[in-house]
């Protein structure tokens, strides 16, 4: 089975801090994406990757880096965090690009900005 | 710009109905489409997959199709069981992107 695994299940950080939310699949996917999830506005993605050191902006990039140096890890960056920032937070992955990819999904990171 | 809607938001239901949830897309150039369980608080569980060559798609109790002309597909529970009780999303694939519905909230009365 697929394992997509995010680094914290919740987080509490302080405006003005740099956060970082990774993220580990272990199934060698060349794509990874970073989403995220409020109510009233369902998943909107912030940024994926098709493959290492390359990146591409989603719908929501603003306010985000993103970093991805080995395969298997994509790493979120809030640079400097603010409480609109507050939200859970999705990863995924999935291999390829045809009629037959499939996305799976991590357990999720609730980011609170205080 | 794929747009995905699901109707109802909600719903609720006793034990043994079955269930029917809808999802409709704009653009029918998709690759695939995906049906998602979420619990709360929680991560999203991949339940179906059908592609766009496909009509439907199966796994035990679940039933899930598609009609890309019109740009609807329909995920069927049949008996549905307490245990069912979470928000179901479905997602589109254009090339690299899935596009999401805001969900489908279900609740399941024993």
């Known amino acids: 089975d697929v394992k997509v695994t995010q680094s914290s299940r919740y987080l509490v950080k302080r405006t003005g801090e740099k956060v970082f939310l990774e993220c580990v699949q272990d199934m060698d996917h060349e794509n990874m994406f970073w989403y995220r999830q409020d109510p009233g506005l369902g998943l909107r993605l912030i940024y994926f990757s098709y493959d290492v050191k390359m990146k591409e902006k989603g719908d929501i990039p603003e306010g985000y880096s993103v970093s991805r140096e080995k395969k298997e890890r994509f790493s979120l960056i809030l640079e400097s965090a603010s409480t609109n920032q507050t939200s859970m937070y999705l990863c995924?992955?999935?291999?390829?690009?045809?009629?037959?990819?499939?996305?799976?999904f991590g357990q999720g990171t609730r980011l609170t900005v205080v | 710009k794929q747009e995905v809607t699901q109707i109802p938001a909600a719903l609720s239901v006793p034990e043994g109905e079955n269930l029917v949830l809808n999802c409709s897309f704009t653009d029918s150039a998709i690759y695939n489409l995906q049906w998602f369980r979420q619990d709360p608080g929680k991560g999203l569980t991949s339940l179906l997959l059908?592609?766009?060559?496909?009509r439907e798609q199966t796994s035990g109790r679940l039933n899930a199709s598609l009609d890309k002309s019109s740009g609807r597909s329909t995920l069927y529970i049949a008996a549905s069981q307490p245990g069912d009780s979470a928000t179901y999303l479905c997602a589109v694939r254009n090339d690299y992107k899935l596009s999401f519905g805001a969900g489908t909230t279900v609740t399941v009365r024993a």
């Open positions: 059908i592609q766009s060559s496909q």
């Open positions: 995924a992955s999935s291999l390829g690009t045809g009629g037959r990819t499939e996305a799976f």
